[in-house]
């Protein structure tokens, strides 16, 4: 099978506290996953379960404790990541950030072709930058001379996306792109993820906990809990039929905008997310309703049902 | 029987900004009439810089330069009489403020002092409302309230950073409710959570109401929280609330062509099907188009709604809509 990005046994082991503490967690404990060619791929869970710690070390902003990343066949050389800064581009959560404030912004686009000596002339860098625009439903007049203030969050964000397109990455990192965008916004850029996908064959690993979007645009998805991948396989599988107690609590936690089906029950939240990294055995057993004994002293395997992966002892014989 | 706690009268909050010896005007809230009720959860939504927080400001009276209140007034209603807020002195606003009326800002959860342990927090707090005198039957109070919202003890040892965001955010609410305010304001508490911790809040805010018999304001973009918790929904559009209805009709039979993107927009589980949004981007609130704001952007325009501002027209008893499309405007000036 082809794949474009693959993760083995990523491990990335934080120290808490001062660097005299002996605490630690494992923000991403031995996750393995691959995206394809042209496939929107969902890495998703509540905050602090280690999703943007993957994106950084995807991107290569942070390395791994232990584990390899591959891409398009080329495997990480030892802290040299060449093929990274081409073939794979990033997006950021909040679009006002990305921008320095008292920066015009086309100057990120003269910029990033000069990074990657991708024009040869002033002109044919403006015709490049006016065609990556297009892509995203803007043009280089709409941004010539303007700053990020004259921009809503929504068209900074696509000018990001655009400014990622100059590269022609057949990856695209968008690490939680529309949490702080609201509803009518959120569906532009996903529907423009689409579009990339579809048209430019471009692969998008969306970070998000904003499942119902995950579920609209995604192919596959990844569902962590504090460092673990818990269930992993089609969004058509994971969402609507979820496996894993944590994904049945997701599942039923997303808030469906449909007064007919209001939130039923109460559910019980983690107190500090320390207590849940260090836990022994399954990291979910002290708000998971199933939990069994097993569970709290030994971690569950990894197992295949119904072409979905999961990690929890209702779905394994337990050891005797 | 008229049962309004909080309400507006043609309110417009302006931020007036000095550029260069040039004045610019940002018409933040325009012409809002709201007639709150006792007892209801109130939802307003709308697109990002519509004018959300700004009315909130206005509502807990903390308006401060640039921002004023240009036009129109407020009433809360204490003890039966209505109180015209504009008249009220610095100390009998902070009277007000928690017991009468408490307000959760937008990103709040990081206003909790990050070096004091939330114990401390909360004496402060105790202090400064109530006196030093009342401080032990007062504490003892609040072990009962965040008991009472389901809230562990041991949280009151804790630093900030040691409690997840969900947990911040649970603590400044419970915080804002400890002297049982008739009216809670929340500015987007659930934004920017992930939806398990997004639910407790909301959980949360009804244990509030449920227990205090209060009524909540509550501001969030995430349509399905306003599904899941509002009684009635407020749309607002470029300053303007365009469109009103109980949360059933809002989502069932939006009227407003606004709304009804809003609505049709949002992705649905087992429904993968294109979803269109709003097309265009939002107007400049210092610069906002003639006649209708939405005009631009919609797809019904006429020549009338680029001329004039259409009125409210009542399609259905507490159903009131601001568009050319759906009549003539009789039933008030739009807010
Ligand atoms: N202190 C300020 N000075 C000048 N203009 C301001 C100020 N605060 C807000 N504005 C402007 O007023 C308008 C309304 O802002 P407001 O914060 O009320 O929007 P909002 O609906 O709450 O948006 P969001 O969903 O992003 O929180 C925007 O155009 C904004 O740029
Ligand atoms: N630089 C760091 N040093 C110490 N701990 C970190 C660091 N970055 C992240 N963490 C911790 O790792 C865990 C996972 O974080 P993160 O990857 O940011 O989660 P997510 O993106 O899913 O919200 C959290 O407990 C977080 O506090
Ligand atoms: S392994 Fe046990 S505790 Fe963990 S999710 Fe499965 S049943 Fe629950
Ligand atoms: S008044 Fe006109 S422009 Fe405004 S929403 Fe109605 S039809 Fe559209
Ligand atoms: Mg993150
Ligand atoms: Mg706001």
């Given at each position: ?235 058509e599988e994971v969402l609507m039929n979820p496996r ?77 | ?161 040691q409690l997840s965001g969900g947990m911040r955010q ?166």
């Open positions: 099978m082809d794949k474009l990005l693959e993760v083995e046994n990523l491990t990335k082991v934080f120290a808490l506290g001062s660097v005299l503490s002996k605490l630690r967690i494992t923000a991403v404990d031995n996750i393995s996953f691959f995206i394809k060619p042209a496939e929107i791929f969902a890495l998703a869970g509540e905050s602090g379960c280690g999703k943007s710690t993957t994106a950084r070390i995807i991107l290569g902003f942070e390395h791994a404790t232990a584990g390899t990343i591959t891409h398009s066949g080329k495997k990480e050389a030892k802290n040299e990541r060449v093929w990274f800064t081409e073939g794979i581009q990033a997006i950021f959560q909040d679009p006002f950030g990305t921008f320095n404030p008292l920066r015009p912004v086309e100057r990120y686009f003269f910029e990033t072709l000069r990074n990657y000596k991708l024009a040869s002339s002033p002109a044919e860098a403006v015709r490049r930058i006016d065609a990556k625009l297009h892509a995203v439903g803007l043009s280089y007049e709409d941004l010539a001379g303007k700053y990020p203030s004259e921009f809503s969050g929504g068209q900074l964000q696509r000018i990001s996306i655009a400014r990622a397109l100059l590269t022609d990455p057949q990856l695209i990192v968008a690490d939680e792109p529309v949490s702080m965008v609201d509803a009518s916004l959120r569906m532009s850029i996903v529907n423009l993820f689409k579009t990339l996908r579809d048209e430019l064959g471009v692969s998008v690993l969306y970070i998000t906990h904003d499942l119902a979007t995950a579920y609209y645009v995604c192919d596959r998805i990844a569902i962590m809990f504090r460092g673990d991948i818990v269930e992993m396989g089609t969004v894993h107690p944590y994904t049945q609590l997701l599942r039923a936690s997303i808030p469906e905008a449909d007064t007919a089906h209001r939130w039923q029950g109460e559910i019980r939240l983690a107190d500090t997310e320390q207590d849940e990294y260090l836990r022994q055995g399954c990291r979910f057993a002290g708000r998971c309703p199933h939990a069994m004994e097993i569970c709290r002293s030994t971690p569950p395997p990894t197992v295949q049902v119904e072409g979905v992966q999961v990690r929890c002892y209702l779905y394994s014989e337990p050891f005797s | 029987m008229d049962n309004t706690i909080l309400r507006t009268a043609a309110l417009q909050a302006f931020y007036q900004l000095d550029l260069y010896g040039k004045t610019k005007v940002v018409k933040a809230v325009n012409e809002v009439d709201l007639a709150i009720q006792a007892d209801e959860i109130y939802g307003i939504a709308g697109e990002s810089g519509c004018g959300k927080s700004t009315l909130l400001k206005a509502l807990v009276a903390a308006v401060e330069p640039p921002l004023r209140v240009v036009g129109g007034k407020v009433t809360y209603r204490i003890d039966g009489k209505e109180v015209d807020v504009s008249t009220l002195s610095p100390e009998e606003k902070r009277a007000l403020r928690l017991s009468y009326i408490a307000y959760v800002p937008q990103g709040s959860m990081s206003v909790l002092n990050p070096v004091a342990r939330i114990r401390d927090t909360y004496r402060d707090f105790i202090e400064s409302h109530l006196g030093r005198q009342r401080h032990q039957e007062a504490f003892a109070l609040a072990q009962d309230h965040l008991t009472d919202l389901g809230l562990p003890l041991k949280i009151l040892d804790a630093y900030p950073h649970r603590v400044t609410i419970a915080l804002a409710t400890l002297l049982k305010p008739r009216i809670l304001i929340g500015d987007e508490p659930t934004t920017a959570l992930d939806v398990v911790v997004q639910r407790g809040v909301v959980q949360l805010l009804k244990e509030v109401q449920a227990r205090l018999k209060n009524t909540i304001v509550l501001v969030t973009h995430d349509m399905g929280v306003h599904a899941n918790i509002a009684d009635r929904i407020g749309i607002m559009y470029a300053g303007r609330i365009v469109e009103e209805a109980a949360t059933e009709k809002i989502f069932g039979a939006p009227a407003h062509p606004y709304t009804q993107y809003l609505i049709s927009s949002l992705p649905k589980f087992g429904d993968k099907s294109p979803r269109e949004s709003v097309p265009g981007s939002p107007p400049s609130l210092a610069n906002l188009p003639g006649g209708c704001p939405f005009h631009p952007r919609c797809p019904h325009v006429q020549t009338r709604c680029k001329e004039k501002m259409p009125g409210f027209t009542q399609i259905e008893k507490n159903h009131r809509v601001a568009c050319w499309l759906v009549g003539e405007g009789e039933h008030g000036q739009a807010a």
